[in-house]
């Protein structure tokens, strides 16, 4: 299996630009998660769906950010205007379900520069 | 209070060493326990799964405790392949299911 696929790995952009970013979940895993990593506040969860449907969006920051799973192999996060503080790595994971010892899988991240 | 709670160390630490990390949780709706292991620019890998009983892989050792609310890790024989950042994750189970992250503790073994 190749793994959970993200795109692109780096994207530098101006403030005020739109951002989207994909991923790819491994093949048969019914759960995705959208992630923001930075230094300060380490991993946050943003939003995570089952079989393509939203469950919780608690973390997303702000009505900037939203999230789209439009099948079970492909969701998107986009950031609209984008700003200088959205800057961070942005990891999607994917996981099989929801028993006690079921891990996530994580895809290689997307690093976003907002200048 | 953060929900999981880690010294970020770094902890430097010279090869064949033992070294112990530990973490705090908060919420008492935790379910599963993990370690998570993310190198440098790379994403977060699961190390080990925590059990109650408490559990072992090699040189790795996890131990739970649950009236504390209380995860540890300990790392024997350390290798300088084991220098990465250290996460504890808690997965809640509580109307929704999520997992949190702590912000890590680094670990630098040295030659």
């Known amino acids: 299996d190749a793994g959970v696929i993200q795109s692109p790995r780096h994207e530098v952009t101006e403030m005020g630009q739109e951002v989207t970013l994909r991923c790819k979940p491994i093949s048969g895993h019914d759960y995705l998660f959208w992630y923001r990593q930075t230094m300060m506040r380490g991993l946050e969860l943003l939003i995570y769906f089952n079989n393509n449907v939203p469950i919780d969006d608690s973390g997303m920051p702000e009505d900037r950010f939203s999230a789209k799973m439009p099948n079970a192999s492909f969701s998107t996060l986009k950031i609209q205007p984008s700003e200088p503080r959205d800057s961070a790595v942005y990891f999607c994971?994917?996981?099989?379900?929801?028993?006690?010892?079921?891990?996530?899988?994580f895809g290689p991240g997307t690093r976003l520069t907002v200048t | 209070r953060k929900e999981v709670e880690q010294d970020p160390g770094p902890f430097n630490v010279p090869e064949g060493a033992t070294v112990a990390f530990n973490c705090t949780y908060s919420n008492s709706a935790s379910q599963s326990f993990f370690w998570y292991r993310q190198d440098c620019r790379k994403e977060p890998k699961l190390l080990m799964s925590v059990y109650s009983s408490g559990n072992e892989d090699g040189r790795f050792t996890a131990q739970l405790n649950r009236a504390s609310q209380y995860i540890s890790l300990l790392i024997r024989d350390s290798k300088l392949s084991d220098s990465a950042t250290y996460l504890c994750?808690?997965?809640?189970?509580?109307?929704?299911?999520?997992?949190?992250f702590g912000t890590g503790t680094r670990l630098k073994v040295l030659a």
């Open positions: 994971a994917s996981s099989p379900g929801t028993g006690v010892r079921y891990e996530q899988y």
């Open positions: 994750v808690v997965k809640l189970i509580s109307g929704t299911y999520k997992y949190i």
